[in-house]
């Protein structure tokens, strides 16, 4: 987040399951902070869209988590960046369909 601020001022949007995380990120000045309270991708997804008034260029999930993934791709734009630092540990088949993200 302060890399991509120094670098070129575009806005920052974090996601997290934590309050207090989230809270020390818009202290160290994240322009969007919201909590993860539902893992409904496509719902978190609306909720960012809505903060940040449209879709974001790039989108890093560090997560793992499933229903994290699942927003990142959910709320990009269309051939948006979308970085994936590790992929969890899936036992059951997912619900994401690829092919149904536009």
Not at 2 to 23: A, C, H, M, P, W
Not at 51 to 68: H, K, L, R, W
Not at 78 to 98: G, H, T, W
Request: aromatic share 4%; with cysteine; charged share 30%.
């Amino acid at each position: 987040m302060l890399k991509s601020q120094e670098s070129d001022g575009r806005l920052s949007s974090l996601v997290d399951i934590s309050q207090s995380r989230l809270d020390f990120a818009k202290k160290l000045g994240a322009d969007h902070v919201i909590l993860a309270d539902t893992k409904d991708g496509q719902e978190m997804a609306v909720r960012v869209k809505d903060a940040m008034g449209g879709m974001p260029e790039i989108t890093i999930e560090c997560s793992g988590a499933e229903s994290a993934i699942q927003l990142a791709i959910y709320v990009r734009k269309d051939m948006a960046v979308f970085m994936v630092e590790r992929f969890c540990k899936i036992n059951k088949p997912s619900n994401l369909k690829l092919k149904d993200v536009h």
